[in-house]
């Protein structure tokens, strides 16, 4: 029998293309969870992979899927959207907007900090270094490697997934410098923290 994997993290913060990945090089049963409190309240401490992506990136897709879903871009800004109009947040958010949201999602799960049973992974590293990542939890949990890795692009099609991810840090392009400034006032603090090497990357910032 597999052994069992929990996958929490953000709207569109790549938890499929994760899931995918994982039940592709890993002998593993991977499970989604959405609240943290499904954490609080497991008495086994059964491993679980908390999964967090650059926020530009995550917000340039939520945008994207949210006017597929809820609103349509010729009404609602992406400012709209990342302070919360009344649309927006009611409708993809509890009452507050998506930088807000997001910001309180990450700190509230980090907070737990990387432990014998919860992993705070990356989506980047993921993308970018998925077989050391994937060596790295088949180690500490002693779960086997199914055979060589098999890279982003490889899984994309026979996991079902529509596209390959996004490059990495390619989100912040889609903004305008007054929205970036807005969302490094919010959450500037966590990207120093987790995404350093992006400000290498920028002239604006």
Same mark, same amino acid.
């Given at each position: 029998?597999?052994?069992?994997?929990?996958?929490?993290?953000?709207?569109?913060?790549?938890?499929?293309?994760?899931?995918?990945?994982?039940?592709?090089?890993?002998?593993?049963?991977?499970?989604?969870?959405?609240?943290?409190?499904?954490?609080?309240?497991?008495?086994?401490?059964?491993?679980?992979?908390?999964?967090?992506?650059?926020?530009?990136?995550?917000?340039?897709?939520?945008?994207?899927?949210?006017?597929?879903?809820?609103?349509?871009?010729?009404?609602?800004?992406?400012?709209?959207?990342?302070?919360?109009?009344?649309?927006? /947040?009611? %409708?993809? &958010?509890?009452? *507050?907007?998506?930088?807000?949201?997001?910001?309180?999602?990450?700190?509230?799960?980090?907070? @737990?900090?990387?432990?014998?049973?919860?992993?705070?992974?990356?989506?980047?590293?993921?993308?970018?270094?998925?077989?050391?990542?994937?060596?790295?939890?088949?180690?500490?949990?002693?779960?086997?490697?199914?055979?060589?890795?098999?890279?982003?692009?490889?899984?994309?099609?026979?996991?079902?997934?529509?596209?390959?991810?996004?490059?990495?840090?390619? /989100?912040? %392009?889609? &903004?305008?410098? *007054?929205?970036?400034?807005?969302?490094?006032?919010?959450?500037?603090?966590?990207?120093?923290? @987790?995404?350093?090497?992006?400000?290498?990357?920028?002239?604006?910032?």
């Amino acid at each position: 029998m597999k052994k069992q994997m929990f996958l929490a993290g953000h709207r569109r913060s790549g938890t499929n293309f994760a899931t995918a990945l994982l039940r592709t090089n890993l002998e593993v049963d991977v499970v989604a969870v959405d609240k943290h409190r499904w954490y609080d309240n497991d008495p086994d401490r059964r491993p679980l992979i908390y999964l967090y992506r650059f926020p530009f990136d995550t917000f340039s897709s939520l945008y994207d899927w949210g006017s597929r879903h809820w609103f349509d871009k010729q009404t609602t800004s992406r400012m709209q959207f990342l302070k919360a109009g009344p649309m927006v /947040g009611d %409708r993809m &958010f509890p009452g *507050e907007g998506a930088v807000s949201y997001w910001k309180r999602h990450v700190s509230e799960w980090m907070a @737990y900090g990387n432990s014998d049973s919860l992993f705070c992974i990356r989506y980047e590293d993921l993308v970018l270094r998925g077989s050391q990542v994937l060596n790295d939890l088949s180690q500490k949990l002693q779960i086997p490697r199914k055979k060589e890795y098999q890279p982003v692009l490889e899984i994309c099609g026979p996991a079902g997934l529509r596209q390959p991810p996004r490059n990495c840090y390619s /989100g912040s %392009r889609d &903004f305008s410098p *007054e929205e970036i400034r807005f969302v490094m006032d919010e959450v500037g603090e966590l990207v120093k923290s @987790y995404w350093l090497e992006w400000f290498s990357m920028q002239d604006h910032v």
